[in-house]
C-alpha cells in the first residue's frame, strides 16, 4: 500500500530471486556485525511438495510408492503432496505476500534438491545464518492421517531423501528428522537407523496429532534418544476445517486460528510432558518446543503451578513446581511477539532466554523473523544476544561455535 493508501499490485518476474526479496535483511545483517559470530536458525522450512517427483521414488512400500506415483506414471502428479492431510486457511493473504509465487520461479533451470539446496542457501546467505535447521511443510499435517502406514511410509522416505540428496552436499543445512509419532516402533527404527548420519541434529514430532506424549509406548523411543545425546523437538501447528479439531470451527477467521493453534499445540503436549513427570524419567533428554511464538509460556508456567500446588497428589513423579521444569526447556523464538518489550523482556526473564532460547526464523513462510529481530531488542546485552542467535543452538545441536559465513558485499 502506497502513502496515500492506494494499493500498489506487487509482480514478481523471473529475474527476482530469495536474495533480492532478502535484500534488506543482508543490510541489516551487515550494519549489526551478525556475520561476526556464528547465527544459527533453529527453525527454516522448505516444501517437499515442490520436489516430491524425487520423494516418492523413497518409498518402501511398492503399493504405497505405486500410490504415491497417482497409480501409474500416465497420472503421476508432479507437484504437492497426494498422500498428505491438507490444511485449510488463507496463509499468504490472497497473493499479496508474493513469496510463495517467487520460489516457484526461482531457479527455473534447476530441478529436485539442487534448486531446494540453492533457494535455501540464498536465504542463509543473505540473513548471515550458519546454520540453519530444515523442516519440511505439507508433512507437518500427517499426524493427522487415518492410515498409519502412510505416515511411517513417508516418514523414511523423506528422511532418506533428505539424507542422500541435501545434507551431504551442503554443511550449512541441518535438519531433524520427522517421527512417524503414531507407530512408537516404527519411530524407534527411524531413530536407530538415522541418528548417526551426518548433518541429522535431532528429531522431530509434529503436534497437531492426539496422541499422548507421556504413554509408556514411548519409552524406549524416549530412551534411545536420550542416549544419542540429540535434542526431541515438538513443533507446532493447525487443523483448521475437515478432519480438525471440532474446537476450532467455533472461529470463523483465520487470524484466530493462527494465533491460537500454533501455541495450542505445544501447551497441550507441555503440559503432559511435564506434569507426567517426563523430565524426570529422562532427566538427560532435551526437548525443543518450535513456533509457538514465547507469549504461551509464563501463561502455562503459571496455571500449572497454581493447579499443582492444590492437586500435587497428581503429579507423583515432580519434585519441583511445573515452572521449573519449564525453564530448562528449549524454546524457539519465532513469531516473536513484541507488542510490549516490558512483557516480553519478562517472559525472556521466566524462561530463562539467555540459556534456553534459540533464534529461529520460520523462512519462508510469510510471518518470518530475520535475525535482526532478536539483536534489536533493547533489554538484551551483547552476550545475550549472541547466544540467543547462535550459542545456545550450538550447544544444543553439536554445531560449531564460530561463523562460518563471511559478510558478502551489499548494496542499499
Known amino acids: 500500500m502506497t502513502e ?8 514478481v518476474g523471473s529475474s527476482h530471486n530469495t536474495s533480492e526479496a532478502l535484500r534488506h535483511a543482508q543490510i541489516q545483517a551487515a550494519e549489526r556485525g551478525l556475520y561476526d559470530f556464528v547465527v544459527i536458525d533453529a ?14 521414488n523413497y518409498i518402501e512400500d511398492p503399493l504405497i510408492r505405486y500410490e504415491a506415483k497417482g497409480g501409474g506414471p500416465e497420472t503421476e502428479v508432479a507437484e504437492g503432496v497426494p498422500l ?26 534447476l530441478a529436485g534438491a539442487e534448486r531446494d539446496a540453492l533457494i535455501i542457501e540464498r536465504t542463509m546467505e543473505a540473513m548471515a545464518i550458519d546454520y540453519q535447521i530444515v523442516f519440511p511443510t505439507p508433512m507437518l499435517s500427517l499426524g493427522l492421517h487415518p492410515e498409519q502406514r502412510i505416515e511411517t511410509a513417508i516418514a523414511r522416505a523423506y528422511s532418506r531423501w533428505v539424507c542422500e540428496r541435501i545434507l ?27 541418528a548417526g548420519i551426518d548433518g541429522v541434529v535431532g528429531f522431530v514430532v509434529t503436534g497437531v496429532r492426539y496422541t499422548q506424549v507421556s504413554d509408556n ?5 524416549y530412551s534411545a534418544i536420550e542416549e544419542r545425546g540429540q535434542p526431541l523437538a515438538f513443533h507446532g ?37 511435564v506434569i507426567n513427570g517426563l ?61 510490549d518489550d516490558e512483557a516480553l523482556e519478562l517472559t525472556f526473564r521466566m524462561i530463562n532466554a539467555n540459556t534456553q532460547l534459540l533464534y529461529s526464523s520460520d523462512y519462508p ?48
Open 168 to 194: 551431504p552436499h551442503h554443511p550449512g543445512i541441518k535438519t531433524m528428522l520427522y517421527l512417524p509419532f503414531n507407530d512408537p516402533a516404527a519411530s524407534l527404527r527411524l531413530v536407530e537407523d538415522f
Open 43 to 56: 527453525d527454516a522450512h522448505h516444501y517437499e511438495g515442490e520436489v516430491w517427483s524425487e520423494i516418492k
Open 217 to 221: 509406548a514411548y519409552a524406549s523411543l
Open 84 to 109: 498428505m492431510v491438507g490444511s485449510w486457511g488463507n496463509q499468504f493473504l490472497s497473493g499479496r505476500i508474493p513469496r510463495m509465487q517467487l520460489r516457484r520461479q526461482e531457479a527455473a533451470d
Open 279 to 339: 523430565p524426570e524419567r529422562y532427566p538427560s533428554l532435551r526437548t525443543l518446543w518450535i513456533e509457538g511464538g514465547l507469549a504461551w509460556i509464563p501463561f502455562l508456567m503459571q496455571r500449572l503451578d497454581h493447579e499443582y500446588l492444590m492437586r500435587t497428589s497428581e503429579a507423583p513423579l515432580l519434585k519441583r513446581l511445573p515452572s521449573e521444569y519449564m525453564r530448562d526447556l528449549f524454546y524457539t523464538s519465532q513469531p516473536l511477539e513484541r507488542t
Open 4 to 11: 496515500n493508501g492506494a494499493v500498489r499490485e506487487i509482480h
Open 365 to 412: 513462510h510469510w510471518d518470518f523473523d530475520t535475525p535482526a529481530r532478536i539483536y534489536d531488542l533493547p533489554f538484551l546485552n551483547e552476550q545475550s544476544k549472541r547466544n540467543i542467535l547462535g550459542s545456545n543452538a550450538a550447544r544444543l545441536f553439536g554445531l560449531p561455535s564460530t561463523p562460518r559465513l563471511s559478510a558478502p558485499a551489499v548494496r542499499a
Open 237 to 273: 501447528g493447525y487443523r483448521w476445517g475437515a478432519g480438525g479439531d471440532r474446537s476450532f470451527e467455533s472461529l470463523n477467521r483465520f487470524i484466530s486460528v493462527h494465533a491460537i493453534g500454533f501455541p495450542l499445540s505445544l501447551m497441550l503436549h507441555v503440559a503432559n510432558w
